[in-house]
């Protein structure tokens, strides 16, 4: 909910903004079918990487297309 008032807050202001799931998280809780709890190190690792090539790619989406002033992209 937090994060909904913030997000608005920042469109107000002319931002777009974009919030996911991190990889392991929300909508993305399993990893290979074990829960966060269950997973390794190195699998904690991995779905930290993944985090970070998802948000890239996703600021590249956004910064790609003419409605949007990539200078006024944010996530959270």
């Known amino acids: 909910k937090q994060l909904a008032l913030l997000a608005a807050m920042l469109n107000g202001k002319g ?10 998280h929300g909508e993305r809780p399993r990893v290979g079918g074990k829960g966060l709890d269950a997973i390794s190190l190195e699998e904690m690792h991995t779905l930290g990487a993944q985090t970070v090539v998802d948000l890239r790619r996703a600021t590249d989406y956004l910064a790609s297309r003419s409605d949007v002033d990539p200078r006024r992209i944010g996530f959270f």
């Not at 931002?15 to 392991?24: E, K, N, R, S």
């Open 15 to 24: 931002y777009v903004t974009l919030a996911i799931d991190a990889a392991g």
